[in-house]
């Protein structure tokens, strides 16, 4: 039982950390589907810097700069250039993955992993067999309900919303939309950072070329299953990440009668199901195609 | 002009122009302390983006604005509003799924930092009751009824210390009882001190509530700020119109200015109907399912004969929109029927109904009625492709011409029948939906609110249509918020409130009867 | 026409841009971004061979990238290429194996039925959900991709596994020699002809018939057209179908033609080179042809770059996404054109 909580804990840390950088551009405005890069970045940046400088804080920093920086890009291919935001976030992801490749090979030659000789602070043998848990693991709380109180409970929380739900009205009220949309990527950029180091750093001390696995995808699915609302969204990220260690359990239970790659694709098919049924309740087929488009104002 | 007061708002030689087109030119006012003052202007007169430089939303290109004797840097809402000018839009400037006390926090100054939901709730709501506006502060704003968005708008603007509030167009909106209901409320902020500036068109609503009146025209300054203790309706309407509109009625002019009396005495013979015939439209008791654009329809019966322009008149959202959905098939018809010069049609698909000469123009111009990006000749000829077929080769090059042929005979002004759609102006772009649905086959024209936002030229060219295709026998459904509009054109005039048939009006109209009827008062 | 000439400018334009940031990228990762640039150039368009092998990579996402363009003009967001273009692949590769042994007269065509079928089949169920209940078709075929992707890995380590596999990557058993449509891992004049074909069809249909008319119009508003009487849902279907369709059969050629059978995680960037040229292109037909190629070209220039010049393949990778990124910008800086200043708050 402790093994598949730690392993659930373990698998669903990552995911939440990019989920509610997710939340907060999505109630920005921005479906954002450049998580998947910023995700990686983050977690090459902590491999490299923690193996070229020995220090973990110079690794989680370097990732937060970097993450920081390609958001700012996005937002300003997107809010400046009027592209089209998932396109553009894609794009944002492809030039993560490709850039994290390009840097692996560009240091270490035609190498795929890099292993990085040690890890992120752990609880430690204080904690039994919780002690392996990364110090980002125990802040992962601390993180949701930041995200909560600063979207649900704050003015600034409601100025972000109108931002992305009615920009006009909060341009009407001397709240520059524009600037909320760089503040809720750039924000979301310290996250998928933060998020990107725990994969590599938390459990595994290891970067390997498109680690991230989808798992940027994953958070924006669970963003879209939350509806926006950062509880909800961490929710659907557990949820995601219980399939997922379930998963590999249930292998020993059923072994060949079910196929592993089905119980994989449970979390998509989970997030397709969702949004068909949230799709159903807010009532009728929605005639305009927005493309996520921004809004104009 | 005003005397004695102290100057709350001063413009100064404001310039705006948005590319080529200027929307206001060297346009100087200064509004006096504690008086109600009208701006008024037809569409396009900048009245509008006058507003918006005044509230810092639009950055003008020259001209400075100063709030009680100090200078305010344009272009910037809050040091705007922390000079104490609020702006309550048009078209209202709410997030739809906020509630309504955080409409009210999320505009509000000062400090502000964590709260709980019930400490916001109890904070507005206090507000609201000081205001007297009587709203749930946990009712979503998309859930409530025009009326009260506008109130909880206004007091959205009053929760810092507004000195200036400006109102653009509130009246567009209301019916006749809500626009008293909204004076009252403004003479009691006038009596605290506060300036309004109200975004007017009608004559009647400017001579009723403001103090002073201020006429802009293409842009340019006419007149003002004058009392309106010095100005009479025909001056203040020659102001307005000036000499752009000759060889109209004067019914015509005193509609499109709001310039009517009271009491419409009926006389009005200009126009005189074709002699209503045979039905071309007959719905008999018809309901609907909840649309999400309004309230459904409960047992509307409804009828235009041939030669006939039936007026639909009610406060938006009272079903008006169900009613052309359902028209048009886009809304769930739960019971009755529809019957279309005679062939039922209550199941049948718009396609099928436009076969049977159903045209319909319909409310947003913009979303609806054309696709602004794509090409004018793809939008003239999007009913007739329908019509004949979607696999069926075509020859872009003969549409090409004979859209640019049929655009000239409805004296569209375009260049090129690639040019998009969107490059029209609001008039010209109205022309092109007329010339693609009014044709010689239509029987039935449902117009929904025509001439929303068009200039007084167009305004009328839309009318002589509509009184064309009449004359040539086809039946008119027309819907209009405005009701100097609709008493001008139609033969009748039917009242929706709440999704129902409220009232039907023949000539001579009293517009105290059918505000009675759009507010579901006794009459 | 000033309008056609105004968006080539345009798209070269946005690609000179983002093959500038690519080269800043390589230089700050250390490798010389000339060299890179003209070893890409080497690889794919310097040489007889290089076109060709521009064209062997190029002519499969041309299929494709004309599904998203059909989809694309009909108003919905499909961007579920990648995972049509894997159902076709498997069903494709489930008949050719499963008839293993019968007539190539009949065993081809039917391939290529099953082929186009399994991709319309992907675009479907989005489709369905998207018309019937507004279901947001951008996550819908976005998580299609991951459960196609899925369904590759596990038909290709069950149902189909090669059991002599040897190589690192699942795979299924080589299509019989009877049935493939070119010789080795090369081109052949049968996929031109198909190509061809198919590219001609689509361009009568999106520029010579009311479909294309009315499809355009509800791609730019599909609102305007309900209002005119179109049934949105069919015009709608009709481009998810097409659009799976095509992806599926350039699956289908994959597995009958250059690869010459299924193996897991194949070509994993196919879709979203695709979705890229559709949009580099600006949805039209004739324009895909030609940017079809030039991204063919990258990816040729992604085998040969580790190979014989012993640069990173992710340079393409690369370059494709800096692409993305900018193709889809409507307006340059607001401060840079001083048009619009009443945005300053």
């Not at chain 1, 402790?2 to 669903?12: C, E, K, M, V």
């Amino acid at each position: 039982m402790d093994d598949t909580i730690i392993a659930i804990l373990r698998s669903g840390t990552p995911l939440i950390y990019v989920t509610l950088a997710g939340v907060l551009a999505q109630r920005s405005g921005i479906w954002h589907l450049g998580l998947e890069g910023l995700m990686i970045i983050g977690a090459c940046a902590a491999v490299l810097g923690v193996v070229q400088s020995g220090s973990i804080l110079v690794g989680l920093g370097i990732g937060i700069v970097l993450c920081v920086l390609a958001s700012a890009l996005l937002w300003f291919v997107i809010e400046k250039l009027r592209a089209n935001p998932i396109i553009a976030g894609l794009g944002l992801t492809g030039l993560g993955l490709g850039g994290t490749d390009l840097a692996v090979q560009a240091i270490y030659g035609s190498q795929a992993s890099v292993n990085a000789p040690f890890g992120l602070p752990r609880l430690g043998p204080a904690f039994g067999q919780y002690g392996v848990l990364s110090i980002l693991v125990v802040l992962m709380p601390v993180f949701v309900i930041a995200v909560w109180v600063l979207t649900r409970r704050t003015r600034w929380g409601l100025q972000l919303a109108a931002s992305g739900e009615h920009p006009f009205a909060a341009r009407s009220v001397g709240v520059n939309p524009a600037r909320m949309r760089l503040i809720a990527l750039c924000l979301g950029g310290v996250l998928c950072a933060l998020g990107g180091a725990e994969l590599s750093m938390g459990s595994l001390q290891i970067f390997a070329y498109g680690m991230t696995a989808g798992r940027g995808f994953m958070a924006f699915a669970a963003v879209i299953f939350g509806g926006g609302n950062p509880l909800g969204a961490t929710g659907a990220a557990f949820f995601f990440a219980i399939v997922g260690a379930l998963g590999i359990r249930a292998q020993l239970l059923f072994g060949e009668r079910v196929p592993p790659d089905f119980l994989l694709a449970l979390p998509y098919i989970a997030t397709v199901i969702g949004v068909w049924i949230s799709g159903k309740l807010r009532g009728g087929a929605k005639a305009a195609a927005s493309f996520g488009e921004l809004k104009d104002y | 002009m005003t005397n004695g007061n102290a100057t709350a708002l001063a413009c100064r030689d404001i310039s705006v122009n948005y590319g080529v087109v200027a929307a206001l030119a060297d346009v100087s006012v200064d509004f006096a302390e504690g008086m109600i003052h009208a701006v008024v202007g037809q569409n396009g007169a900048g009245k509008t983006t006058f507003a918006r430089v005044a509230a810092g939303i639009v950055h003008p290109d020259k001209g400075t604005v100063e709030i009680g004797g100090k200078p305010v840097p344009v272009g910037n809402v809050g040091r705007a509003r922390s000079a104490g000018i609020e702006i309550v839009h048009q078209s209202f400037a709410l997030p739809p799924s906020f509630t309504v006390a955080e409409a009210m926090e999320f505009g509000a100054e000062g400090r502000g930092a964590l709260y709980s939901r019930r400490d916001l709730e109890r904070r507005w709501t206090r507000h609201l009751d000081a205001l007297g506006v009587r709203v749930k502060p946990r009712e979503r704003i998309r859930d409530l009824p025009v009326e009260t968005q506008q109130a909880v708008e206004i007091a959205r603007a009053l929760v810092t210390d507004a000195k200036v509030l400006i109102l653009d167009e509130p009246t567009a909106v209301l019916s006749p009882s809500g626009i008293d209901n909204l004076f009252e409320r403004l003479k009691v902020m006038q009596a605290n001190g506060v300036t309004i500036i109200l975004i007017l068109h009608k004559i009647r609503e400017v001579l009723s509530i403001a103090d002073t009146v201020t006429v802009l025209r293409g842009g340019k300054l006419v007149e003002g700020p004058t009392l309106t203790t010095e100005i009479d309706a025909p001056r203040l309407a020659a102001s307005i119109i000036g000499t752009t509109a000759d060889g109209l009625s004067d019914t015509d002019r005193d509609a499109l200015v709001g310039a009517a009396e009271e009491d419409d005495d009926g006389t009005e013979t200009a126009a005189a109907s074709v002699a209503a015939g045979p039905a071309i439209l007959d719905m008999r008791g018809i309901s609907t399912r909840p649309d999400p654009e309004g309230p459904a329809l409960v047992d509307v019966a409804l009828r235009v004969g041939r030669g006939e322009i039936v007026g639909i008149a009610g406060v938006e959202g009272n079903g008006q929109r169900t009613l052309v959905r359902a028209l048009s098939h886009l809304a769930d018809i739960t019971a009755g029927t529809v019957e279309l010069s005679g062939i039922e049609v209550t199941h049948q698909p718009l396609s099928d109904r436009r076969a049977n000469g159903l045209r319909v123009i319909p409310f947003e111009r913009n979303s609806e009625g054309l696709s602004l990006s794509s090409t004018l000749w793809e939008n003239w000829a999007a009913r007739s492709l329908l019509r004949d077929g979607v696999l069926r080769l075509i020859s872009p090059a003969k549409i090409r011409k004979a859209c640019s042929a049929a655009l000239k005979v409805w004296d569209v002004r375009f260049s090129t029948p690639n040019q998009p759609a969107g490059s029209l102006s609001g008039g010209n772009a109205q022309k092109l939906i007329l010339a693609r649905e009014v044709d010689e086959d239509a029987t039935l024209i449902i117009a929904a609110q025509p001439t929303r936002g068009l200039d007084v030229g167009a305004t009328a060219f839309v009318w002589r249509s509509l009184r064309e295709a009449r004359a040539r026998g086809c039946g008119i459904l027309l819907i209009s918020s405005d009701l100097d509009e609709l008493f001008d054109i139609s033969d009748r005039v039917v009242v929706m409130l709440g999704g129902r048939v409220n009232g039907e009006f023949s000539r001579p109209y009293h517009l105290g009867e059918v505000g009675a009827a759009m507010t579901g008062a006794d009459r | 026409m000033i309008g056609y000439l105004t968006q080539i400018i345009r798209a070269v334009a946005f690609v000179f841009i983002a093959l500038l940031l690519c080269g800043v990228i390589f230089e700050f990762a250390g490798f010389s971004a000339p060299l890179m640039f003209q070893s890409i150039a080497d690889g794919a368009f310097l040489s007889m061979r290089a076109w060709e092998n521009s064209l062997r990579w190029g002519l499969p996402l041309f299929l494709t990238a004309l599904g998203v363009v059909i989809s694309f003009r009909c108003g919905f967001f499909n961007i579920g290429a990648q995972g049509q273009f894997y159902m076709g692949a498997i069903a494709a590769t489930f008949v050719a194996d499963g008839l293993n042994g019968q007539s190539a007269v009949l065993v081809v065509p039917l391939t290529f039925a099953a082929g186009i079928l399994g991709g319309a089949l992907w675009a479907l169920w989005p489709g369905l959900l998207r018309v019937k209940s507004g279901t947001d078709e951008v996550i819908t075929t976005l998580m299609g991709n991951f459960i196609a992707g899925l369904a590759l890995i596990y038909v290709t380590s069950g149902p189909l596994k090669d059991p002599s596999g040897t190589g690192q990557a699942a795979s299924s058993r080589p299509i019989g020699e009877a049935y493939r449509i070119s010789e080795g891992n090369s081109l052949s004049p049968t996929i031109i002809v198909i190509c061809v074909l198919v590219g001609v069809g689509m361009w009568v249909l999106v520029n010579r018939t009311a479909f294309g008319v009315l499809s355009s119009l509800a791609g730019r508003n599909p609102i305007m057209v309900v209002w005119q009487g179109a049934r949105l849902s069919r015009l709608g279907l009709a481009g998810f179908v097409i659009g799976g369709a095509l992806a599926g059969l350039a699956g289908t050629i994959e597995v009958l033609g250059p690869i010459g059978r299924l193996s897991s995680g194949m070509l994993p960037t196919h879709g979203f080179t695709a979705i890229l040229i559709a949009l580099v292109a600006n949805l039209s037909v004739l324009a895909t042809a030609v940017v079809a190629i030039f991204f063919g070209g990258l990816a040729a220039a992604g085998l040969y770059l580790p190979v014989l010049a012993g640069l990173p393949a992710a340079a393409i990778d690369i370059i494709n996404a800096a692409i993305a990124l900018f193709i889809t910008a409507r307006a340059w800086p607001k401060r840079l054109t001083g048009l619009l200043r009443r945005d300053a708050t």
